[in-house]
């Protein structure tokens, strides 16, 4: 790789991250470094992500997150070329904690700063390790997303769909609550999805016979919520069923859907054959197995990130940074975060 070596800072949601990369065109990226930190514990009491708690965690952790990214790569600050932070979207608190972080780094050092999209870090995270041509179509499934992406250049998307209520993974960890599973959301779920039968309730199909790419997932949810309710205390083979039938339902709903974006993206674009899969559920085997399906049914290729990438992380940030830079020039930079005011 000769491209820029930047320094990435993730910190939307729930994971304080940060990575140093050697940018590069898809599949010629060095990830020099790429260090996670979650705060599972600290919202565990709570059942779900607390915002407040997250912005004081990312507050707390970002200055360790960075130096050790910066010490794994063997890298000082002032040799980096480019600082990338996500500027949302996201849970403010965090969004701001790490911003404000890049920003003070990039004053201290004369570096430049880019602000990334969120997003944008997920559709480029393929690149990272695949060597994949432009333009492809992104299924982003995450807790916090769910949305079908055209990914026509490195900063040039077209939204195809997008959920109309709750995101994909939201709909596994709500499941998984439900059905008193216990452990992360979708894993606890596709595990005890495994020793179910998917046939033994029936749950509506979301948008059954609605044109379009969009998502709902809603419907499923309260369906699971009735079907605890009509059973009381739940057996075994109950939760097992259960579980087994949400995951055909939401990966059904979730192939159906994509199968129409990648008509959609073929009129758009008819040299695309490649579909991508990113965020935490794509990391579901049934899905994957049923994306690949379709991918196979219409002489595509399914692509899938290392799950490492595939989740929350800083390296994915970092080359949407390098890639926007590269798009749109240096006239995208914020100088007015780094440079010296004058007096
Ligand atoms: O991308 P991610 O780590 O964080 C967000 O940006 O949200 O995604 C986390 C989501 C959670 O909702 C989690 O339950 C879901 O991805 N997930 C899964 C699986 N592994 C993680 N959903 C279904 N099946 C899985 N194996
Ligand atoms: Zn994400």
Not at 132 to 143: D, R, T
Not at 150 to 175: N, S
Request: charged share 15%.
């Amino acid at each position: 790789a000769s491209g820029p070596l930047v320094l990435g800072i993730e910190s939307s949601c729930d994971d304080t991250a940060a990575a140093v990369v050697r940018a590069g065109p898809p599949g010629q990226v060095e990830i020099l470094s790429s260090i996670v930190v979650g705060q599972e514990k600290a919202h565990a009491p709570y059942g779900g992500v607390v915002p407040e708690i997250a912005a004081r965690a990312h507050a707390a952790k970002l200055p360790s997150v960075v130096a050790t990214a910066l010490r794994e790569a063997r890298v000082e600050l002032g040799e980096l070329d480019l600082i990338a932070a996500t500027a949302g979207p996201g849970l403010i608190g965090g969004v701001v904690s790490g911003l404000t972080f890049a920003k003070g780094l990039a004053l201290a050092t004369g570096v430049p700063l880019v602000p990334v999209n969120h997003l944008a870090g997920h559709a480029v995270s393929v690149a990272l390790e695949h060597p994949i041509a432009f333009p492809y179509l992104l299924l982003l499934v995450s807790g916090g997303h769910s949305q079908i992406l055209l990914v026509r250049g490195a900063a040039d998307f077209l939204r195809l769909g997008t959920t109309i209520d709750d995101a994909a993974g939201e709909a596994f960890d709500k499941t998984a609550k439900l059905l008193g599973l216990p452990g992360m959301g979708g894993p606890a779920v596709e595990a005890a999805a495994r020793g179910g039968d998917p046939g033994a309730y029936a749950l509506p199909q979301p948008l059954a016979g609605r044109p379009g790419c969009d998502f709902s997932f809603s419907g499923l949810k309260t369906a699971i919520r009735q079907c605890v309710v009509a059973a009381g205390e739940l057996t075994e083979t109950q939760r097992a069923d259960l579980a087994a039938a949400f995951q055909a339902a939401a990966v059904g709903h979730l192939t159906k859907r994509t199968h129409r974006g990648l008509l959609a993206a073929r009129a758009l674009a008819p040299e695309v054959t490649h579909l991508v899969a990113a965020g935490g559920v794509a990391a579901n085997q049934a899905l994957r197995r049923a994306l690949e399906g379709v991918a196979e049914q219409e002489g595509w290729t399914l692509v899938v990130p290392s799950l490492r990438y595939c989740t929350d992380n800083a390296a994915m940030i970092a080359l949407a940074g390098a890639y926007q830079l590269e798009a749109v020039g240096a006239g995208m930079i914020d100088d007015t975060l780094t440079s010296v005011p004058r007096s």
